[in-house]
């Protein structure tokens, strides 16, 4: 549905930040799923762990957050915006990320106005939960455009 050039066009975040690779469904104001490869190739696990590479979980809810980014930003409302975290609430850790995994991003909108919401977001490695919660954002101007 998006690859990563259309992600580009709507998020500001490059390499290495920029931690989804396709938009895979979209129901628009409501819910989006995307899809980050994880490769042995990302900087982060030169020192998160030598010998045992883990994705750190903070990374995990970086991408979720960019999947989320991607569903508000894409909102004719929203374009050339920033989206920004304000909360990351009740989040759990199931399962490790390790080089190799395809991991699944799914964000649902749980409420939005005024430019502030909360979404319910998971992670998923071949079906089995690597992480869930929900993170809390605020749509912005972005002064660097």
């Known amino acids: 549905m998006m690859n990563n050039i259309d992600i580009q ?3 500001p975040h490059r390499y290495p930040f ?3 690779d396709k938009i895979v469904e979209l ?3 409501k819910s989006i799923k995307g899809i980050k490869n994880v490769t042995v190739n990302e900087p982060f696990f030169q020192g998160h762990f ?15 957050a960019q999947v989320g980014a991607v569903l508000l930003l894409g909102m004719e ?7 920004v975290f304000t909360g990351i609430n009740n989040f759990k850790f199931r399962r ?5 995994d395809t991991l699944e991003l799914k964000a649902d909108l749980v409420t939005y ?15 089995q939960i690597a992480a869930k919660g929900e993170i809390s954002f605020a749509v912005i101007e972005n002064n660097g455009n």
């Open 9 to 11: 066009k709507i998020l």
């Open 113 to 127: 106005r005024h430019g502030m919401g909360k979404a319910n977001v998971e992670a998923t490695v071949d079906g």
């Open 18 to 20: 920029l931690l989804v």
């Open 77 to 83: 409302e929203n374009k050339g915006k920033l989206g």
């Open 96 to 100: 490790q990320v390790v080089p190799g």
């Open 27 to 29: 129901e628009e104001g």
């Open 50 to 64: 030598p010998g045992n590479p883990i994705m750190p979980g903070v990374l995990i809810c970086e991408a979720l």
